[in-house]
């Protein structure tokens, strides 16, 4: 049984996914410094140069190598910027479901780059990798990632209370500005007969961008 996804990358219209390399290292920095990314990831804060080179020679790659899943940088295809990110991970082959995580630049929000990416992997997911289960799990409080799960055809399955630590801002400037607090999180799942006629409807709603989504 195979247990490992293939190196690959995947384009969309405006879009391609593809491994992290060096290159992506100051726009990573960057991103993972943004005060919505730190609020919603566990990823270290301040997020340093050693953090993200840490990333993409080592993590980023493990994920797929040692079979927890895959990591894509998400670039512009015209401009070839970095966008975002997803994260496929928790993946267990005997079953084929794995959950899937992401992140858009604050420089690319609202043009509906979060949705776009995750539904080029839920449908390469489904149709080449004969998966049958894609996982999100959204923050209580992080409606954009919830319309991003919404705008892809996911259910609502229930609420994992107390799940998670996000992070919040604090008056008095202590731990870097930032203390953690405890957060439900929303289970959404997607089947493969739930993108039945998504991409059609976005193309009818106007596309992608119709929230500002982000993580």
Request: hydrophobic fraction near 40%.
């Amino acid at each position: 049984m195979t247990t490992t996804f293939p190196s690959i990358s995947i384009s969309t219209d405006r879009l391609v996914l593809r491994p992290f390399d060096m290159v992506d290292v100051p726009a990573y920095i960057e991103m993972m410094n943004d005060e919505q990314v730190v609020a919603w990831t566990d990823a270290p804060h301040p997020y340093t140069q050693v953090d993200a080179e840490r990333w993409v020679r080592r993590i980023a790659a493990a994920e797929r190598t040692q079979g927890h899943g895959i990591v894509f940088a998400v670039t512009e295809f015209l401009t070839q910027r970095l966008v975002g990110s997803v994260r496929l991970l928790n993946t267990d082959w005997r079953t084929r479901a794995t959950e899937v995580r992401y992140i858009t630049a604050p420089w690319a929000r609202g043009e509906g780059y979060a949705t776009e990416s995750v539904l080029a992997v839920a449908e390469w997911l489904f149709r080449d990798q004969t998966f049958e289960r894609l996982e999100l799990r959204t923050h209580a409080d992080n409606t954009a990632s919830q319309q991003v799960a919404q705008k892809l055809g996911c259910i609502s399955e229930g609420v994992l209370r107390n799940a998670r630590i996000a992070r919040t801002r604090t008056d008095n400037g202590t731990d870097g500005g930032w203390t953690d607090i405890r957060t439900d999180l929303i289970v959404w799942g997607l089947l493969p007969e739930d993108l039945e006629g998504v991409a059609e409807q976005l193309a009818d709603a106007g596309g992608y961008a119709t929230y500002d989504d982000w993580n």
